[in-house]
């Protein structure tokens, strides 16, 4: 079993650039893959960036590509999402996710989930 905790999320202001932090615990094993996510009020979740844990390889969704970079620290077992020049419209629940591979973008591929966490831009 893998425990995902999401933290770094808050209220910025448009153009601002923020770094969410995914903490996994538990079983965390080389072949995995840790995914973002992000949900918009009255929206379904959409897949953002993901990477493999062993490798460090990425992958990214088209709409993200230039503005995020997704990253890990195996030794502190977390994972990063920078993003920049946010937008009113990136505003969502960010969620991170574990995936048994890289390249994955349903949310069905992905077993485990934290609880997310708040990202606000206002104009």
């Known amino acids: 079993q893998v425990h995902l905790v999401e933290s770094g999320g808050k209220s910025v202001q448009t153009g601002a650039s923020l770094t969410l932090a995914c903490a996994a615990s538990?079983?965390?094993?080389?072949?995995?893959?840790v995914g973002w996510f992000r949900q918009a009020p009255g929206k379904e979740r959409e897949f953002v960036a993901a990477?493999?844990?062993?490798?460090?390889?990425?992958h990214y969704a088209n709409s993200a590509k230039g503005r995020v970079a997704i990253s890990r620290d195996n030794a502190k077992n977390t994972v990063y999402l920078q993003m920049n020049s946010l937008k009113p419209e990136d505003t969502a629940v960010y969620y991170c996710?574990?995936?048994?591979?890289?390249?994955?973008?349903?949310?069905?591929?992905?077993?485990?989930w934290g609880q997310g966490t708040q990202v606000t831009v206002s104009s």
């Open positions: 538990g079983r965390t094993l080389s072949s995995y893959a």
């Open positions: 996710a574990e995936a048994g591979g890289l390249g994955y973008e349903d949310e069905y591929e992905y077993d485990y």
């Open positions: 990477i493999s844990w062993s490798s460090g390889s990425t």
